[in-house]
């Protein structure tokens, strides 16, 4: 019925998060469509994405230049660090300038039953920036699901012992949230009264 | 009172049903797979959730029609104030989706409750006490959610919690006791939130059966036995003072997943699984009766008892019909005859139902 091509497009497309076969057979017939305007600038875009992005050394948010644009930014205050899971949670919380200081991406969150273990996150990478000393205030802006708490617990645990302050996003998160899907009121809420971890 | 002016359109094996006049008392009688329990399950969808079945939407749409079903019903207040007509039918485009209508306007199953209040009693639930612990426990966990919604995400939090804790306790490389502390930290609190709500509401119920007689009707005494300690930090310690003990058992030995509900026989003091069948019967209905006073509060109930006559010796039946009468709930009864609810046929609203069609008698 439809080519090789189309096929292996669509089921690449299908992997991508949230899109599924169907959708993607539909973008892929939306695309060939469009083959001269719509479909030229994806390309591009890719292309440019494929060769610009770059993972921070220090932080692990995904930029353009390295490192990226909010470690190497004078104003950021610098003794505040944010502990997220995802780029996806950096870029949520940075979206609305929430958050003056800066971040670490962990990469994940510890899952026992998915097998993702201490050492597959940037744990140790974060002990290091902590370590180096010049930080006040870790928050710890985990999900709010059973992995993501599991996660900051685990992380407060490593981190006791420093001359640091750690605090957690406020709960009133709705169980099982993820701050990704968060509105700007209530992530501004989560952080503003975050309180200190134990 | 309470709901009346009731249609059921291809619905199971009703094509097209109508019931009007409905009383307080109301008595579908008829062979057994006549169409009565169907009746049941229609009304326990004025309230959220699946049904008196827990059945799949498709399922319930009658063979004959166009896949879809509707059940409607006017719910009428004490006060006589402007009753409300409430609807619910399957979306037959989109198969498995429940469309909710109160006073024509499109809502969600939730606000359901905000209107009545709906309880039933089935033969499914006969073998309760005979069952494992883990049956009595989701049996706990039902009840505690119709009273506290949030107990629904301590129960799964927990459940998740404690696969985590089970995994890493079979890793093969044993994990650092770090990791341990953070599962342990969230099973504890979602664990003693679980544990709570099913102890405050075997309390709540033991405080309105205690203050019911011993006779004619048995009369359960319920205790909560928590499978661990019930507070988060103390269960947290013993989670970590165990965890040589459930490596070595491959999982997690205590938490509220080991809690049991003991339920006996009042004054005799015998377990529930040793009494006869009429004797379980009758403190089955006990509980139900009691969740429904507590789950009603001061919104209109319905309780909805399927085949609850058959087991019971005329003289308890004399009594639940007594104990009906005394509270607010607009009751629907089935039966295969009508001689054991003579005590109450002269009040009550009777349909004869056969092969999905009903007759006032
Ligand atoms: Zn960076």
């Given at each position: 019925m439809s080519s090789q091509e189309i096929d292996t497009l669509s089921s690449a497309l299908a992997?991508?998060?949230?899109?599924?076969p169907r959708s993607a057979r539909r973008a892929v017939l939306w695309l060939v469509k469009r083959r001269e305007t719509a479909l030229v600038q994806l390309l591009e875009a890719l292309d440019s994405v494929r060769e610009k992005l770059v993972e921070c050394p220090s932080c692990g948010n995904v930029d353009t230049q390295t490192p990226c644009s909010i470690c190497a930014?004078?104003?950021?205050?610098?003794?505040q660090l944010c502990v997220v899971e995802d780029v996806a949670d950096l870029w949520a919380l940075d979206r609305a300038r929430l958050f003056a200081g800066r971040y670490h991406v962990l990469g994940g969150h510890l899952s026992a039953l998915e097998g993702?273990?201490?050492?597959?996150?940037s744990i140790a990478s974060l002990i290091d920036r902590v370590a180096?000393?010049?930080?006040?205030e870790v928050v710890?802006?985990?999900?709010?699901t059973l992995e993501g708490q599991t996660t900051a617990h685990y992380i407060a645990e490593r981190l006791e012992g420093y001359p640091i302050r750690i605090t957690q996003l406020a709960h009133g998160?709705?169980?099982?949230?993820?701050l990704d899907y968060l509105d700007e009121g209530t992530l501004a809420q989560a952080l503003r009264a975050r309180r200190p971890v134990g | 009172m309470a709901l009346d002016r009731i249609t059921l359109t291809t619905f199971r094996n009703h094509a097209e049903t109508w019931l009007e006049g409905a009383s307080r008392f109301n008595l579908l009688i008829g062979e057994?797979?006549?169409g009565k329990t169907n009746v049941l399950e229609a009304l326990s969808?004025?309230?959220?959730?699946?049904g008196l079945r827990r059945a799949a939407l498709p399922d319930m749409?009658?063979?004959?029609?166009?896949g879809a079903f509707a059940v409607s019903a006017l719910l009428a207040f004490p006060d006589n104030s402007d009753p409300v007509r409430l609807g619910t039918a399957m979306d037959p485009a989109r198969a498995g989706r429940r469309i909710v209508q109160v006073n024509a306007a499109q809502a969600s199953a939730v606000t359901l409750a905000e209107w009545l209040a709906i309880s039933w009693l089935t033969?499914?639930?006969?073998?309760l006490f005979m069952e494992s612990a883990g049956e009595r426990r989701r049996y706990m966990d039902r009840l505690a959610v119709a009273l506290w919604p949030s107990h629904v995400r301590h129960a799964s939090r927990y459940q998740a919690a404690l696969r985590e804790r089970n995994r890493l306790l079979t890793l093969d490389a044993e994990p650092e006791d770090r990791w341990l502390d953070a599962v342990e930290a969230q099973l504890a609190e979602a664990g003693a939130n679980l544990v709570q709500g099913r102890a405050r509401l075997v309390d709540r119920l033991r405080e309105r059966l205690e203050?019911?007689?011993?006779?004619p009707f048995a009369r359960p005494a319920l205790s909560h036995v928590p499978g661990?300690?019930?507070?988060a930090e103390a269960l947290a310690e013993a989670l970590a003072r165990n965890r040589g003990r459930d490596r070595a058992a491959g999982?997690?030995?205590?938490?509220?997943?080991?809690?049991e509900l003991d339920v006996s026989m009042a004054?005799?003091?015998?377990?529930a699984a040793l009494c006869s069948t009429g004797e379980q019967k009758a403190m089955l209905i006990a509980i139900t009766l009691a969740h429904a006073e507590l789950a009603a509060g001061d919104r209109p109930s319905l309780l909805l008892l399927d085949?609850?006559?058959?087991?019971?010796?005329p003289l308890r039946r004399a009594a639940l019909f007594d104990r009906l009468r005394e509270r607010g709930a607009q009751v629907w009864l089935t039966g295969t005859e009508l001689a054991p609810f003579a005590d109450i046929t002269g009040e009550a609203a009777v349909w004869r139902v056969k092969s999905g069609a009903i007759e006032r008698i």
């Open positions: 992997r991508l998060p949230g899109l599924g930014d004078p104003r950021r205050e610098s003794r993702i273990r201490p050492e597959d996150l180096a000393g010049g930080i006040d710890l802006a985990m999900n709010a998160l709705p169980v099982g949230g993820e | 057994n797979g006549a969808l004025f309230a959220p959730g699946r749409a009658g063979t004959q029609g166009s033969p499914a639930m006969d073998r203050a019911l007689p011993d006779q661990g300690p019930l507070h999982r997690t030995l205590i938490g509220p997943h080991r809690d004054g005799k003091a015998i377990p085949e609850v006559a058959a087991h019971l010796d």
